[in-house]
């Protein structure tokens, strides 16, 4: 698949979310900003090479962090917590062959995971 196919992909997921009460009105700001910046990089996607390719790349990644941390931010607390204990839990058993640093990373990435899977984000990454 392209690139420009994956973005129009992502375009597509995202504008039914935002039709849908998946995320209530708790995102809906970041999930525009969203869906702009796709529209904007699906032109710059289709003939993209080299260093232009990886800028695409760059700000795909950029724009899905960002929709991912505001989407968790906008959570109530508990529902934060819930989440940040159950990324907690998952990656437990695993703390032993970790150091500080990638347990910090690898937890980031199951609350990532976790608030993909609850609010029906797709994965921005190609």
């Known amino acids: 698949r392209s690139l420009r196919g994956h973005i129009d992909t992502l ?8 039709g849908s009460d998946r995320l209530a009105a708790m995102a809906d700001a970041s999930l525009d900003a ?3 910046d796709l529209d904007a990089l ?14 695409v790349l760059d700000r795909l990644e950029v724009v899905g962090r960002a929709l991912l941390n505001d989407v968790l931010r ?8 819930g989440l940040e204990s159950e990324a907690s839990q998952e990656i ?6 970790m150091d ?27």
């Open 11 to 18: 375009l597509a997921r995202l504008t039914v979310l935002r």
């Open 34 to 36: 969203a869906i702009r």
């Open 42 to 55: 699906r032109h710059d996607a289709e003939h993209a090479r080299g260093d232009a390719r990886q800028a």
């Open 74 to 81: 906008a959570l109530p607390a508990a529902d934060r917590d």
């Open 92 to 97: 437990e058993p695993f703390r032993g062959r």
């Open 100 to 126: 500080a640093e990638a347990f910090r990373r690898a937890h980031a990435a199951a609350v990532a995971r976790l608030v993909r899977e609850r609010a029906r984000i797709p994965d921005f990454a190609f």
